[in-house]
């Protein structure tokens, strides 16, 4: 019966792997909040030679508008251009029904670098909110209009935004001889600036960033069989950390990045263990004749979630990190899987079986209140954004392979496709990246 169960369960993990090949990039607001608040983001006057490097307001603008919470005015429909403060006729603009309005400057500043200064601004009470002067290079002037972004974002909503996170992802594309392509790809957040990290003619699976954003542990079978890998981001060094006999995966950093929670059957049975990065020692977290898998940490480093079908069908459980007896979380639908937490630690996104579509959901964990969130019949792999306020997952649209994302209210819904291949398993960067 173990030896079932194990066989089972990698061959699933395999199975998952069927190659395709898919749309380019495309991003798509599917639903947006009624009552979205009214902004305007001017285009930035460039003061410089020739053409400006980068439209970073319409970086901001986009931002804005893809988060679903912003009614972002289309620049043809601007009475004016102002770049100051005292060229803003704020009458114009309380005709327009403009809330707020962002200005800004884009100046070339030494040898390759440039300054850009942007103030927020009140329109109904002509007065600034919020302004900055930041510093930077040509490399990095999308990731400046994104944290300029943020800045805006947490000034109005008073949530930290996400815009300068990256997105980890793995892709698989058929090749002529019928093998396929796998690989690991990073991404800015709105999709840009796509990068593969690693290339693979074997399945590579459950990519997870380290808390400071610098490594991504993955499971590999390049070797014929499971191996869990960490790898630099920045600096593409990796290391193997385990290749036991059998399974070896789901690894999961603790908050500390000390150590990796995974699953492994190298006694026989899948269990939960921690594997301590520094001592290279493993700690067995259950011992239990189901499968226990897909183990997340909470954000205070003293528990463990994960997978298991001790009770006949998978559901989540909790354990704490030193081990011990485990809680069942999840009663709500016959199917529970892939949770983790959302960084305040208040609730659990999961996949749930529901009239038999899996969908992707959120769990309060005081009151045990499940809410389902997406509409697909087959999502999976949720992955809270660092500012708690989305949750990307894979999904399909008709026979596209896709990321999408929806916020924790289920209000705004987002649809993202990738340049290449069948998109599986996104998880989002931390802030600190």
């Not at 930035?44 to 970086?59: L, N």
Request: hydrophobic share 40%; proline share 6%.
């Amino acid at each position: 019966m173990v030896m079932m169960k194990k066989n089972l369960l990698i061959l699933i993990l395999i199975l998952c792997w069927q190659p395709a090949l898919y749309a380019e990039l495309t991003i798509e607001i599917t639903e947006g909040v009624e009552g979205a608040l009214p902004i305007a983001v001017v285009p930035f006057s460039w003061q410089g030679k020739g053409a400006p490097p980068e439209d970073i307001a319409a970086v901001i603008n986009a931002d804005l508008q893809r988060s679903g919470r912003f009614k972002t005015l289309p620049r043809e429909d601007m009475l004016a251009r102002p770049a100051s403060v005292d060229a803003v006729e704020f009458k114009d603009w309380r005709a327009l029904d403009i809330e707020n309005l962002v200005i800004g400057q884009v100046q070339a500043h030494g040898a390759g670098g440039y300054q850009i200064q942007f103030q927020l601004l009140d329109v109904f009470r002509g007065e600034q909110l919020t302004g900055y002067s930041i510093p930077t290079t040509a490399p990095n002037l999308r990731s400046t209009a994104h944290r300029i972004a943020d800045l805006i974002y947490e000034k109005l909503l008073g949530v930290p935004g996400a815009f300068a996170t990256r997105v980890a992802y793995i892709t698989s594309t058929k090749l002529t001889d019928g093998g396929a392509r796998i690989k690991l790809n990073i991404a800015d957040a709105d999709g840009f600036n796509s990068e593969t990290i690693v290339t693979s003619t074997e399945p590579l699976m459950s990519p997870a960033w380290s808390p400071d954003g610098r490594k991504i542990a993955y499971v590999s079978f390049e070797e014929g069989q499971s191996a869990i890998y960490v790898q630099g981001v920045y600096t593409g060094t990796r290391k193997k950390v385990t290749s036991f006999k059998g399974i070896n995966g789901a690894p999961a950093w603790s908050p500390d990045g000390r150590k990796l929670a995974m699953t492994l059957s190298k006694g026989g049975n899948p269990d939960i263990y921690v594997y301590d990065l520094t001592t290279r020692k493993l700690k067995t977290i259950t011992n239990h004749y189901a499968i226990d898998t897909e183990p997340a940490w909470s954000p205070d480093g003293r528990s463990i979630v994960f997978t298991s079908d001790r009770g006949g069908r998978p559901q989540i459980y909790r354990v704490s990190a030193h081990g011990g007896k485990a809680q069942r979380v999840t009663f709500q639908n016959s199917y529970n899987a892939r949770a983790s937490f959302s960084p305040d630690g208040k609730l659990l996104t999961l996949v749930t079986r529901e009239e038999g579509k899996y969908r992707i959901a959120v769990q309060d964990l005081e009151s045990g209140v499940m809410q389902v969130l997406s509409q697909g019949s087959l999502d999976e792999s949720p992955s809270f954004a660092p500012n708690g306020s989305m949750v990307i997952y894979a999904s399909k649209a008709g026979h596209r392979g896709v990321l999408a994302a929806v916020s924790v209210d289920g209000r705004v819904r987002q649809r993202l496709a990738l340049q290449e291949g069948d998109v599986r398993e996104p998880v989002w960067s931390p802030f600190n990246n």
